[in-house]
Nanobody, 125 residues
């Protein structure tokens, strides 16, 4: 189970930090998973934002690179998304996702097996 928190409403230029905690899995096992954040803007499909894999290798979409940072705390089975310099176009429902095996990619949402319920981020101009 994935539980997200940290969404909210901010003005452009502001910051938010999202959290996603995985339960029902050991710390050692969870540390090997690919964990990612996706977002879905109104009327659009799901878009990969950032991912982190074993050894803390990360990847970002071009639209957030340099503004967002993904990190994980294996002791708590938690992945974070720190969002700075928020823009109105960042407004979306943000989802945490897990892929247990294989190579993961932001373009391959269908390969992620577990999803959180989503947390809304709204950025006003």
């Amino acid at each position: 189970q994935l539980v997200e928190s940290g969404g909210g409403s901010v003005q452009a230029g502001g910051s938010l930090k999202l959290s996603c905690t995985a339960s029902g899995v050991s710390r050692l096992t969870a540390s090997s998973y690919c964990m990612a954040w996706f977002r879905q803007r109104s009327g659009n499909g799901r878009e990969g934002v950032a991912l982190i894999v074993r050894n803390d290798i990360t990847a970002y979409s071009d639209s957030v690179k340099g503004r967002f940072t993904i990190s994980r705390d294996n002791a708590d089975n938690t992945v974070y998304l720190e969002m700075n310099g928020l823009k109105p176009e960042d407004t979306a429902m943000y989802y945490c996702a897990v892929q247990r095996r294989g190579n993961c990619a932001l373009e391959s949402a269908a390969l992620f097996e577990y999803w959180g319920q989503g947390t809304q981020v709204t950025v006003s101009s």
